[in-house]
């Protein structure tokens, strides 16, 4: 059995199923799955647990058959988390220099740090993320790294995410219950970013669309950081839904009807040709339920791209993405979704599965996935990247986002023994 330092293991817990993936990075600086289990998930809505008992029962299922399949025993996980109660602001910090050359320093950018980490939210909040946007020496901004640039004044900007502090409790506890430790919590949207984007697409500018289960992921990437992040409370479900109602036909029937047959991207012709439902009792001709199950579909994609579109430009990015939008998810995979939100976004789109990752090609190269597979791929990074552009305090073992947010952690753990 592999050595516990070898290996990492992430859970990804959604509305539809948790996925348990273990990995190790190659020499080469892949990472390789070693094992994965995928278990139907009960207990959580939309990104939140509505059930602990039914939700810790998905992720023992998940986290067995991915034992099984490693022969690696998991007791310690990264997890991903999303919701509509996650959100962000930005904290401008400064400082002045005190040293005699007015040469910057690690221990003034250290410094600095420590003072933008300090994130004035409710205790209703919990701190997730903290992701430096950029450095700022005097007045001259977008500053990457400052250490040996020569001013008097330093400022940092921070993007801090953050969350329901009740909401993160529940997951904390679902995972408490099958007695998994929580090596950190990781934002869903930043972990599939990891998966799918490219370094020149997140340093051209970039949106990122997760559409999953229960909700859609929602991130911008611009000069290599995250500068925006979202999460609509609406996915594949509903359009799973409204086939149901709009065909008269159960929900598991309509979900595989979806998964066979829809198609935002119409051609009457070819659908009516390939199309057939088999046990399914319509009293309607063929034709006439070729057009009610693309309008159903139509209509919902629509809806949630618009949704999405709408929200992006109320933050005033929709027109910093020379990279155009990625697709990933599960409903990434829906026939003509691609065309579709080439057509309401105006501008590239293309799916996006997994990158720089070898395993089971029925793990990594399915965008189901991607959430997965990047909560490996950050969890290494948090473990061993040093740049200190991307990950601010993180990176700092003894202090910082990464032991505070750890403390709540052991907090709920300690309060709820």
Not at 152 to 173: H, M, Q, T
Not at 209 to 226: E, F, P, R, W
Not at 229 to 248: A, E, M, Q
Not at 281 to 305: A, G, P, Q, W
């Amino acid at each position: 059995m592999p050595a516990k330092d070898d290996y990492i293991a992430a859970i990804d817990i959604g509305t539809t199923k948790v996925c348990t993936f273990i990995g190790a990075v190659k020499k080469n600086n892949i990472l390789e799955i070693r094992g994965y289990g995928v278990s139907e998930c009960s207990g959580i809505k939309k990104g939140m647990v509505v059930d602990i008992n039914k939700a810790t029962k998905s992720i023992l299922n998940s986290v067995e058959m991915a034992e099984k399949s490693s022969k690696i025993f998991v007791d310690s996980a990264y997890i991903g988390i999303t919701g509509k109660h996650i959100s962000f602001i930005n904290n401008w910090n400064e400082i002045n220099l005190s040293s005699a050359n007015k040469i910057v320093k690690k221990a003034d950018v250290d410094k600095l740090i420590s003072i933008a980490n300090k994130i004035n939210i409710s205790s209703q909040h919990s701190i997730i993320h903290t992701l430096i946007r950029q450095f700022s020496v005097d007045d001259e901004k977008g500053i990457m790294d400052p250490i040996g640039l020569s001013a008097d004044k330093l400022g940092v900007e921070i993007l801090a995410v953050y969350g329901s502090a009740a909401l993160i409790r529940n997951v904390v506890n679902s995972i408490k219950g099958a007695n998994i430790q929580i090596e950190d919590i990781i934002l869903e949207a930043l972990a599939s970013s990891e998966a799918v984007l490219t370094p020149e697409e997140k340093e051209s500018g970039v949106i990122l669309l997760d559409i999953g289960g229960g909700t859609t992921d929602v991130a911008i990437y611009q000069n290599k950081k995250m500068v925006f992040t979202y999460c609509l409370p609406v996915g594949g479900d509903l359009i799973t839904n409204d086939i149901s109602i709009g065909l008269n036909i159960p929900l598991i029937k309509a979900e595989e009807i979806k998964k066979k047959f829809a198609n935002v991207d119409y051609n009457f012709y070819e659908t009516l040709n390939r199309m057939n439902i088999g046990d399914v009792k319509i009293d309607r001709n063929k034709t006439t339920l070729n057009i009610r199950l693309y309008s159903i579909v139509n209509s919902r994609v629509k809806e949630l791209l618009n949704l999405v579109k709408e929200k992006i430009e109320s933050y005033g990015y929709i027109y910093s993405a020379p990279c155009g939008v990625v697709i990933t998810g599960g409903t990434s995979q829906l026939k003509g979704i691609i065309g579709l939100a080439n057509s309401i976004f105006n501008m590239p789109v293309r799916m996006g599965v997994p990158i720089e990752v070898e395993g089971p090609s029925k793990a990594v190269a399915n965008p189901i996935f991607s959430t997965a597979i990047g909560l490996l791929k950050y969890a290494f990074q948090i473990e061993n990247f040093m740049d200190l552009s991307q990950f601010g305090e993180k990176k700092q073992r003894g202090t910082g986002i990464f032991y505070r947010f750890r403390d709540f952690i052991s907090k709920i753990l300690k309060s709820e023994g």
